[in-house]
């Protein structure tokens, strides 16, 4: 029997390989599910879309860079750039879907709600000011932008560069919240 991760693990796999031969808005869960041997139904106990399952696959990448590493730190940014460059083919076809569910939203969703998080431990307050709010989607914005721009060869950097250059250009309070939950 199949443990959750293994399941998820096998979806995984057989999207990416599917993702070789056509793009993301391509698949049908339905085929997905014909090539891994499983119901519709076992698919959607896991997830609730094909984005949602793409979502899972950046978070699994994104949880095994930080291993070892401080949270939000610059070594943490750079260990998770460098695995995003690894599997850059699977992500720029993936970045590449821009409908309402795409991965693009769902990490402007993700590091938005890091931001406003890290933000809101720091300053010890339940909900952010206009300012800090703003604060929190902008450098959100940047940085998934930048992210998706270097992963397409607009911006020439390792990931240690990437990962410094994003550091350098974080707003003071962000990067005091982001410190002290690091220590």
Excluded at 45 to 61: I, P, Q
Excluded at 152 to 168: C, K
Aim: glycine share 4%.
């Amino acid at each position: 029997m199949r443990t959750t991760r293994d399941t998820k693990g096998m979806f995984a796999d057989e999207l990416e390989d599917m993702m070789h031969h056509m793009p993301l808005s391509k698949v049908r869960v339905a085929d997905l599910c014909l090539r891994c041997g499983v119901e519709r139904r076992v698919f959607y106990y896991h997830f609730k879309d094909k984005y949602d399952l793409v979502a899972w696959m950046f978070e699994r990448d994104h949880a095994s860079a930080a291993d070892g590493h401080a949270p939000y730190s610059e070594e943490l940014y750079a260990e998770a750039h460098r695995r995003l460059w690894e599997r850059r083919d699977f992500y720029l076809r993936a970045f590449a879907e821009d409908s309402q569910n795409s991965i693009w939203r769902y990490l402007l969703q993700f590091s938005v709600a890091a931001n406003e998080e890290a933000l809101k431990r720091h300053l010890g307050v339940r909900v952010l000011s206009r300012r800090y709010a703003f604060e929190a989607r902008h450098f959100a914005y940047g940085n998934v932008g930048c992210v998706v721009e270097w992963l397409g060869g607009m911006i020439e950097a390792t990931p240690e560069q990437l990962a410094a250059e994003m550091f350098s250009c974080m707003p003071k309070t962000l990067r005091d919240a982001y410190a002290a939950r690091s220590a």
